[in-house]
């Protein structure tokens, strides 16, 4: 429209109101001065009725134009401070955007878990805990893996409301657990930082029994070998004692004592379940049990209420047994979670020996994160320490 009317192809431009014409006070006034007036293109607002082509019309658009942008800014304004509001009481601030894997109810004001969303989740997130990338997910779910990080990271799924960096209680129920939360947002910030430190099977993982440093992997004529930073003079940020004299190893070596113990777990069950200490007894149902034995003494205080008896202590008692119910549901929904990762973490164990030399490197690494928290040297002694969930 500006190229136009500098071309003497407008002769004038009609909006129906004047905050059509422009958001912004400088603009407005930019348009009228430096090109419908310059270029003699009149302006006519119909809903002002007033135009340019007069004195007072020039004069009108210019007040009228500080006070449009005056009401944008109120309204604005008062806008932001009801969306405040909402987010302060724990209440969805409405509008677009609902975040997965939740409907907005626009009567309560609150978001509202899709169970077969929150179903999706929970594979997203026990592949993303196996060693699965964002994009592998995003193959299984059909979805962008930019959509798949930001779902699994969405803080909203902890039952909070995020509003202009701050952080407040939400009323929508978590349908993922603060402790699962931590540890999603725990293994992402530590492949962040892998992301530059691929090259080899363990690197990051293995540590020096004797002084904590980390051993590093070092090119020695055609021989790859590890050993301590503390050993390396010239990365003195990465001395832990000068003096540490812990054994050098041959790369080979150490990484074919952890694929063999990750061989032998794979073809043993009885041996995943002892190594990454899974509990025998069933914790879900013993917790289902104490909650059924909750709600029913729940049941029978309220009973006593209705009947005058000892109503303040009852009610008392039944406060209690709330507090507690609402703990032992969040246990078993952490349980829940924990299993559900643990059959991930075995079924991918299960298979490992049969599938590691047709893998490539990327998926050998992603199995080494998942499983493997640290490896420990200590002169000829190599303890390997797993991930437990």
Not at 61 to 85: C, D, N, P
Not at 183 to 188: A, S
Not at 302 to 322: C, N
Request: proline share 2%; hydrophobic share 35%; with cysteine.
């Amino acid at each position: 429209m500006i190229q136009d009317a500098k071309d003497h192809k407008i002769d004038t431009v009609i909006v129906f109101k004047l905050d059509r014409i422009s958001r912004s006070q400088k603009d407005t006034l930019y348009l009228i001065e430096e090109v419908f007036n310059k270029y003699n293109v009149g302006f006519i607002s119909m809903k002002e009725n007033f135009d340019t082509t007069s004195p007072f019309g020039k004069a009108m658009i210019g007040v009228l134009s500080v006070f449009a942008q005056l009401e944008r800014e109120t309204i604005l304004e008062r806008t932001r401070i009801g969306i405040k509001k909402r987010a302060e009481s724990g209440l969805w601030r409405g509008g677009g955007k609902i975040p997965f894997p939740y409907r907005y109810d626009k009567e309560q004001g609150i978001l509202i878990p899709i169970p077969e969303q929150v179903e999706v989740l929970n594979k997203m997130i026990s592949m993303y805990l196996s060693g699965k990338s964002f994009n592998n997910i995003g193959e299984v779910v059909n979805m962008d893996e930019r959509m798949v990080e930001r779902r699994l990271l969405s803080i909203t799924n902890t039952g909070v409301i995020p509003y202009k960096g701050e952080i407040y209680e939400g009323q929508h129920e978590a349908v993922v657990s603060k402790e699962l939360y931590e540890e999603i947002l725990r293994v992402n910030k530590l492949r962040s930082r892998e992301k530059y430190d691929k090259h080899y099977l363990l690197s990051g993982k293995v540590v020096c029994g004797h002084c904590g440093a980390k051993y590093r992997y070092q090119k020695w004529g055609k021989r790859l070998v590890m050993y301590c930073n503390s050993q390396q003079s010239s990365r003195k940020r990465y001395v832990k004692d000068p003096n540490c004299k812990n054994k050098r190893w041959d790369t080979f070596e150490i990484e074919h004592i952890v694929l063999e113990q990750l061989f032998s777990m794979s073809l043993d069950e009885n041996l995943f379940k002892e190594t990454f200490n899974i509990a025998t007894v069933n914790v879900i149902n013993e917790l289902k049990e104490r909650l059924d034995k909750i709600n029913k003494q729940i049941s029978n205080l309220i009973s006593f209420i209705s009947e005058g008896i000892a109503v303040e202590e009852t009610r008392k008692k039944i406060k209690e047994l709330e507090n507690e119910r609402e703990s032992i549901n969040a246990k078993i929904e952490n349980s829940e979670q924990r299993e559900r990762a643990n059959k991930v973490a075995f079924e991918t164990v299960k298979s490992i020996s049969s599938t590691w030399n047709c893998m490539t490197f990327e998926e050998q690494r992603s199995i080494i994160e998942h499983l493997i928290d640290r490896v420990e040297i200590d002169n000829n002694k190599i303890s390997i320490f797993y991930k437990i969930y």
